[in-house]
Nanobody, 124 residues
Framework: QVQLVESGGGLVQAGGSLRLSCAAS????????MGWFRQAPGKEREFVAA????????YYADSVKGRFTISRDSAKKTVYLQMNSLKPEDTAVYYC?????????????????WGQGTQVTVFS
């Protein structure tokens, strides 16, 4: 089993920045993808960004491209989401997710492992 623990959410003014962290523990795999999803009130959970542990490749949703950056610390088995130029529409609960895969997927159903979520609120 894989356990994921997020941290770093909070309240920020529009235009500001936040960094989310997700630490993985338990069994991890060489073919491993870690990503971030978010869910705003009344909306479906949507893909934000993901990183392929095997080849360092990344993928972003169009809505965050150029503003968010996903990165990792291999020694700590931690993935980060640096969020800059935040907008009120970025307000959501952000979830870390992981899958054993050689390719990045953007569909929620592909990810069997999830964190508990962390709230990000952006006010104007």
């Amino acid at each position: 089993q894989v356990q994921l623990v997020e941290s770093g959410g909070g309240l920020v003014q529009a235009g500001g920045s936040l960094r989310l962290s997700c630490a993985a523990s338990g069994r991890t795999f060489s073919s491993f993808v870690m990503g971030w999803f978010r869910q705003a009130p009344g909306k479906e959970r949507e893909f934000v960004a993901a990183l392929n542990w095997r080849d360092f490749s990344t993928y972003y949703a169009d809505s965050v491209k150029g503003r968010f950056t996903i990165s990792r610390d291999s020694a700590k088995k931690t993935v980060y989401l640096q969020m800059n130029s935040l907008k009120p529409e970025d307000t959501a609960v952000y979830y870390c997710a992981a899958e054993t895969s050689i390719a990045i997927h953007t569909t929620r159903a592909n990810y069997p492992y999830w964190g508990q979520g962390t709230q990000v609120t952006v006010f104007s």
